[in-house]
């Protein structure tokens, strides 16, 4: 692993049909920056940071990647190393096939060259059109769907999506055959077989639609199930880390095919897709099938098999999947000094940040019309899958995120004194006092005793338990409310387990059904309705891992602030010790599973079986009344949180002693500023955690740190402009319009180019606030070498290529400006 920072892009490529082709070019300028990145971390600490690879004979960078690379030499020298990665990809619709390729293509060090080929030569519609090929595109179109209305009762549908299938079976495949890319012709040599860094992962969701769906309930308000109804929407997720290194590889080749066409299968133009016909359509060789163990939902709850659904475009309910992406953001770990963005691709968004708000009603007829009121809603409003409640939800998740840092820095002096007091109670130790005139944090930092007592695992044990009961006495009565909250957490953080291991939807009828039992039994006994919350103790005290995990997080945000402290220690140790605390939370946060199998190897999980519960003796239980399941089952519920308590305790162990080691080890020649700070996270967590967690819900967060946004869009990216009012072709016929258009589809594809080389050296610049005009440097370059580079889009006009060299030049001699 790198010792560099590390910027972590998660994308999301949203739908948009034929403006899929704009993506690509977006999608392959991030590729290529991965590469460069990955090439500059070959080379850091070998005295080579600056040997480009990406060159030519004459020095000068052959495409984009060496501009990239350049871009991280020029930070590096600057006291910036920087490493660039993507690991999580979420993709919608046409946006979903992108999402597709480009993971494969990091995975594998693979070129994208094929779905180049695809996007500007095969996606047409005169190729993909069903009927007779013959006359314009407008009588082919006519023709087709006179055919489709004699055969209005059959499956047929207007565009060909067995041909579809094959070409993205094909362009996929492709990428297997070829091998890994070199750097370049003039760099020859080993080069990875991947674009992940060492310990890194890769993710990958693939929404789509399931036509026939799978039960959901809705708890009511007294904990059984109020509302019930079908849920259509389904994922495909692939991920590749150290469990699962050959993921991406060829072996899911065929199921990253299907994936891509399902998410695409746009209803009415194609036909939906279903796992068992798919090998046939796309060609697979023989033997060869979709995996259907990707999907997220598993089918056994409604007693189907997966192979028996039929799957449409992903865009129909989920257009932008930002929640999946921000629930695998909270389950990366960071053993270095990590930015993070999460770049949502938005090829036709509505309006800039800066542009007056838009009067639709401008220079139209207060007269209604039937037919056009019919068209807005069907098409327009219903079509338009606005990003306005994703985004507005991950602006109120970072405002918690604020939220819980601004009330810990406020604390931190508070729960310093208590530190400060408890050590005093220990023998032979005594408060130091603090110099005149220093106040608050400063003052608690002085007024510590020596720090010998880390070195002594004894007495910071004493030290902690001291704390934790001084805790209770702060909290007082909020105690008792503190104590219910982590014993629901952590019943909570079981019933997640078991819905995990049965692969149930997450707000499936049995999932919620579960969860409501579970937390009928525990709400009935004698623990939870004692006057005293102390007998919650002994229960949790093996089996509170989202406690731990808590604990975990905050002790990593703690170290992520010594990153930037003036005179902090080596970030060398900062990296060691988050090293080693993201392998405990990693422990810890994987414990709940394995107990849980574990118990199901013994049979205590068969009475919750989502088969049983529609059996047997629970026959009818599944949406009835939980607290009645828990009175029936309350032995089944003895023995499943006896035994679970028993395997958390034997799998977690005393992980408060393995964070000491390290942690009294490293430290020993810090400050005493920083050794303190930091040992006062873990010490003092009890009292932190007690005063955030009933009043803000610490445990939903993902993360410590806000997750920034980027929007990649064309209205974004405002070094270039267009000859004419728009940028992109594709936005006419609803979006279809590049397909019916070869020039079209390649004048969108550059400018995806365009566009990303700019916002990609724009977000370089901005990870480094006051340090950032390398991009906006080699900004004319990088978009110079994509005019170079792409000289077989023979079909772009002469008239803007000169204009867009003219713009070049200009912005070099800075004659034009450049907005950031």
């Not at 019930?228 to 997720?237: G, K, M, P, S, T």
């Amino acid at each position: 692993m790198s010792q560099n920072a590390e910027l972590r892009i998660a994308l999301v490529c949203y739908g948009g049909v034929s403006l899929a082709i704009y993506m690509h070019g977006i999608t392959k300028e991030l590729h290529k920056l991965v590469r460069a990145s990955r090439a500059f971390d070959e080379r850091f600490g070998t005295g080579a940071e600056n040997v480009n690879p990406f060159v030519g004979a004459d020095g000068k960078p052959v495409d984009t990647e060496g501009v990239y690379f350049d871009a991280l030499a020029r930070m590096n020298a600057r006291g910036r190393p920087l490493s660039v990665g993507i690991d999580i990809i979420a993709g919608t619709s046409a946006g979903g096939i992108n999402g597709v390729v480009l993971a494969k293509a990091i995975a594998q060090n693979a070129d994208q060259g094929q779905l180049k080929q695809l996007w500007i030569d095969q996606a047409d519609l005169h190729r993909l059109l069903r009927g007779w090929r013959i006359g314009t595109l407008p009588l082919r179109f006519a023709l087709a769907f006179a055919v489709k209305l004699g055969t209005f009762w059959t499956g047929r549908s207007v565009l060909r999506g067995d041909l579809m299938s094959r070409l993205l079976y094909g362009a996929l495949s492709s990428m297997d055959d070829r091998g890994t890319v070199p750097w370049s012709a003039t760099t020859p040599g080993p080069v990875p077989a991947t674009l992940i860094p060492p310990e890194g992962e890769l993710s990958l969701f693939v929404t789509t639609t399931d036509l026939n769906g799978f039960d959901v309930a809705v708890a009511s308000s007294g904990g059984g199930v109020g509302q019930r109804d079908r849920q259509h929407a389904q994922v495909l997720q692939f991920l590749r880390d150290d469990d699962d290194p050959a993921a991406f590889g060829p072996h899911d080749t065929p199921t990253l095919s299907f994936a891509a066409r399902a998410t695409s299968a746009f209803p009415g133009a194609f036909e939906p897709v279903n796992p068992t016909t798919f090998p046939a359509e796309a060609g697979f060789p023989r033997g060869t099938r979709v995996d259907t163990d990707r999907f997220r939902y598993s089918y056994q709850e409604i007693g189907r098999d997966a192979g028996t659904a039929w799957f449409v475009d992903g865009g129909v309910l989920d257009n932008a999947p930002f929640d999946l992406v921000i629930e695998a953001i909270g389950r990366r770990r960071a053993a270095t000094q990590v930015y993070r963005r999460l770049v949502y691709i938005e090829p036709d968004p509505a309006c800039g940040l800066s542009a007056a708000a838009a009067d639709t009603n401008a220079g139209k007829s207060s007269k209604r019309r039937w037919a056009a009121d019919v068209r807005k809603v069907l098409i327009g409003i219903r079509g338009s899958r606005s990003l306005i409640p994703d985004l507005l939800r991950l602006r109120d998740l970072n405002e918690k995120i604020a939220e819980v840092g601004a009330i810990s820095m406020q604390q931190e002096a508070e729960v310093l004194d208590h530190v400060a007091s408890a050590l005093a109670t220990l023998p032979g130790i005594e408060r130091s006092a603090p110099q005149p005139g220093s106040q608050g944090l400063r003052a608690a930092i002085e007024s510590m005793p020596p720090l010998d007592f880390l070195m002594d695992q004894a007495d910071f044990q004493k030290l902690s338990d001291r704390l934790y009961a001084d805790a209770v006495t702060a909290l007082g009565s909020t105690w008792n409310t503190y104590q219910r909250l982590k014993a629901d957490a952590a019943a909570r953080c079981l019933a997640d387990a078991i819905v995990a291991h049965f692969a149930l939807p997450g707000e499936s009828g049995t999932a919620v059904f579960i969860r409501c039992a579970i937390a009928s039994w525990l709400r009935s006994q004698p623990c939870w309705t004692a006057a005293d919350s102390s007998e919650l103790s002994p229960l949790l005290k093996d089996m509170d891992a989202p406690y731990r995990q808590r604990r975990m997080l905050f002790i990593v945000a703690g170290l992520n602030r010594l990153y930037t402290v003036e005179g902090g220690p080596p970030r060398e140790d900062v990296n060691d010790l988050k090293r080693q605390a993201w392998a405990q939370l990693e422990t810890i946060s994987q414990a709940p599973r394995t107990a849980i199998q574990a118990l199901s190897e013994q049979q205590v999980l068969d009475f919750l079986d989502p088969v049983r519960l529609q059996a047997g003796d629970f026959q009818g239980v599944r949406f009835g009344t939980p607290e009645d399941f828990a009175a029936r089952a309350t032995k089944n519920f003895d023995r499943l949180f006896t035994e679970y308590r028993a395997v958390i305790r034997g799998l977690i162990g005393n992980d408060g002693q393995t964070l000491w080691e390290a942690f009294a080890r490293t430290t020993s020649p810090w400050n005493k500023r920083d050794r303190i700070l930091l040992a006062s996270r873990y010490l003092g967590f009890g009292l932190w955690d007690g005063l955030l967690f009933p009043t803000i819900s610490l445990s939903e967060l993902p993360q410590f740190s806000p997750i920034p946004v980027v929007q990649f869009s064309p209205l974004r990216a405002t070094a270039l402009t267009p000859l004419g009012q728009r940028k992109l072709k594709g936005v006419a016929l609803h979006h279809f319009g590049a397909f019916a258009h070869a020039p079209d589809r390649e004048n969108d594809y550059l400018w995806g180019r365009l566009d990303a080389v700019e916002l990609i050296l724009r977000t370089l610049d901005e990870t480094f606030q006051n340090d950032g005009d390398v991009g906006r440097t080699l900004l004319p370059q990088a978009l110079a070498a994509v005019l170079a580079t792409e000289g077989d889009l023979r079909r772009i006009p002469a008239t803007l290529m000169e204009s867009l060299r003219a713009q070049i030049a200009a912005l070099e001699a800075g004659k034009i400006g450049y907005n950031r």
